[in-house]
T-cell receptor, first 113, second 115 residues
Framework: AQSVSQHNHHVILSEAASLELGCNYS??????LFWYVQYPGQHLQLLLK??????LVKGIKGFEAEFIKSKFSFNLRKPSVQWSDTAEYFC???????????FGAGTQVVVTP | DTEVTQTPKHLVMGMTNKKSLKCEQH?????MYWYKQKAKKPPELMFV???????INESVPSRFSPECPNSSLLNLHLHALQPEDSALYLC??????????????FGQGTRLTVV
């Protein structure tokens, strides 16, 4: 069965700083990986996804993630964060053919002006 | 704006009440989900419907009763809830394919408080 872990639970950084959030998954077959973001008071939104092909995936709002199979990792990056990136970030992996998502514990990111 | 619509956005109910949460999507997705999210925690799956049939029940107490009237609608009927059931209830939908699991689209959720 697939599982996913996120290393950082709380990150505080200043605007224009670079962001990298770690995500590791356990191997269980075909790997599909997602990063979701939850802004305060808003719904979960998909940032980016990996199904196959180019391991460097670009998403919305300037985010990207790199799938490294040998390390079972799918880390999220953004070169220069903005105050509006303050949110909770979840890595997720489907664990069955019905699309059940297993979420990581989440990382609360706070960007200070 | 999310393409998955949930109503109501907020609900306060007593432990003896019966209420229902509603979810609607018009993306033609054939899988629909109910997740429960407690504060500062990730969402946890409750139920999965695929092609209008219940596919997964994650050992959810019977005081939660899902219903899928058609491919666009998903309900969650609530009865005799406990205060610890207070949480954000999220509906999601996704497309089902042979080999690829597409991403899930989430609604804004219903913030439920049981008093």
């Amino acid at each position: 069965a697939q599982s996913v872990s996120q290393h950082n639970h709380h990150v505080i950084l200043s605007e224009a700083a670079s962001l990298e959030l770690g995500c590791n998954y356990s191997y269980g077959g075909t790997v599909n990986l997602f990063w979701y973001v939850q802004y305060p008071g808003q719904h979960l939104q998909l940032l980016l996804k990996y199904f196959s092909g180019d391991p460097l995936v670009k998403g919305i709002k300037g985010f990207e993630a790199e799938f490294i199979k040998s390390k079972f990792s799918f880390n999220l990056r953004k070169p220069s964060v903005q105050w509006s990136d303050t949110a909770e970030y979840f890595c997720a992996v489907p664990t069955d053919s019905w699309g059940k998502l297993q979420f990581g514990a989440g990382t609360q990111v706070v960007v200070t002006p | 704006d999310t393409e998955v619509t949930q109503t109501p956005k907020h609900l306060v109910m007593g432990m003896t009440n019966k209420k229902s949460l509603k979810c609607e999507q018009h993306m033609g997705h054939r899988a629909m989900y109910w997740y429960k999210q407690k504060a500062k925690k990730p969402p946890e799956l409750m139920f999965v419907y695929s092609y209008e049939k219940l596919s997964i029940n994650e050992s959810v107490p019977s005081r939660f009763s899902p219903e899928c009237p058609n491919s666009s609608l998903l309900n969650l009927h609530l009865h005799a809830l406990q205060p610890e059931d207070s949480a954000l209830y999220l509906c999601a939908s996704s497309q089902l394919g042979d080999r690829v699991i597409s991403e899930a689209f989430f609604g804004q959720g219903t913030r439920l408080t049981v008093v």
